[in-house]
C-alpha cells in the first residue's frame, strides 16, 4: 500500500469542464510535487511545494491551478483543457532537509483523458 | 541544461543478469536515483548514488561515475516480475534550487 493516495484513479473530462485531482500522503513530508507522465515522454515537474509554499512553477500553463492547503494534501484544479493534456498525472512527496537528496515516493496517478 | 539519456527497451532472460545504462549532463549534481515503474503503477525508488563506486540492495545494484557522468543498474537472477520499466533521475542545480529530472526510462521485458 502507498503513502501517497491519489484520487481518481481515471478521469474523463471535455475541454470546457473544471475537475480537481486530489493527492494526500501519509508520510510525514514536508514537500510535495506534480509530474506529468505521456507516453514514451520523462516524467515531467509541474509544481513543488515546501513547507506549503510553492517553490516550483515549470512554465506550466494556467489552466493548470495547484493548490496546498497544507503538508499533507495537495489539489490540482483543471479548467478549459486540451486533447494535448491527456496524460498520467502522478503526485509526489519527500522529506527535503537542506541539500540531502532523499528519495520520492509517488502516488499510482490519475490517468486523465480530455476528450 | 541538463540531460538524461538511457536505452529504450532490453530484452533479458529469466535468472540472468542485465545491467541497464544512463548517461547524464547537469550542472551541481546532488544525486542520481533509479526507480522501477510496472505498467499502470507509481514509481518506486529503488536505490541513489551520490558518491562514485557500487550500492548493492539484494539482487539490485547502482553504479555511478560522476567523473564520466554515467551510471548503470544491475538486476542479477532476473524474475519475471522485473518486466517494468526503470527511470534514472538525477538531481542537478538550476537557476536557485534543486531539480529531480527524469529520463525517459528504459522498459525491461524478461522472457522465460
Known amino acids: 500500500e502507498t503513502g501517497v493516495t491519489q484520487t481518481p484513479r481515471h478521469l474523463v473530462m471535455g475541454m470546457t469542464n473544471k475537475k480537481s485531482l486530489k493527492c494526500e500522503q501519509h508520510?510525514?513530508?514536508?514537500?510535495m510535487y506534480w509530474y506529468k507522465q505521456s507516453a514514451k515522454k520523462p516524467l515531467e515537474l509541474m509544481f513543488v511545494y515546501n513547507f506549503k509554499e510553492q517553490t516550483e512553477n515549470n512554465s506550466v500553463p494556467s489552466r493548470f491551478s495547484p493548490e496546498c492547503p497544507n503538508s499533507s494534501h495537495l489539489f490540482l484544479h483543471l479548467h478549459t483543457l486540451q486533447p494535448e493534456d491527456s496524460a498520467l498525472y502522478l503526485c509526489a512527496s519527500s522529506q527535503e532537509v537542506s541539500q540531502v537528496p532523499s528519495p520520492l515516493h509517488f502516488g499510482n496517478g490519475t490517468r486523465l483523458t480530455v476528450t | 541544461g541538463q540531460n538524461i539519456d538511457q536505452p529504450t527497451e532490453m530484452t533479458a532472460t529469466e535468472g540472468a543478469i542485465v545491467q541497464i545504462n544512463c548517461t547524464y549532463q547537469t550542472s551541481g549534481f546532488n544525486g542520481l536515483f533509479w526507480y522501477q515503474q510496472h505498467a499502470g503503477e507509481a514509481p518506486t525508488f529503488l536505490s541513489y548514488n551520490v558518491l562514485d563506486g557500487l550500492e548493492e540492495k539484494g539482487r539490485f545494484s547502482s553504479f555511478l561515475s560522476r567523473s564520466k557522468g554515467y551510471s548503470y543498474l544491475l538486476l542479477k537472477e532476473l524474475q519475471m516480475k522485473d518486466s517494468a520499466s526503470y527511470l534514472c533521475a538525477v538531481r542537478g542545480r538550476m537557476d536557485s534550487s534543486y531539480k529531480l529530472i527524469f529520463g525517459s526510462g528504459t522498459r525491461l521485458l524478461v522472457r522465460p
Open positions: 508520510l510525514g513530508h514536508n514537500a
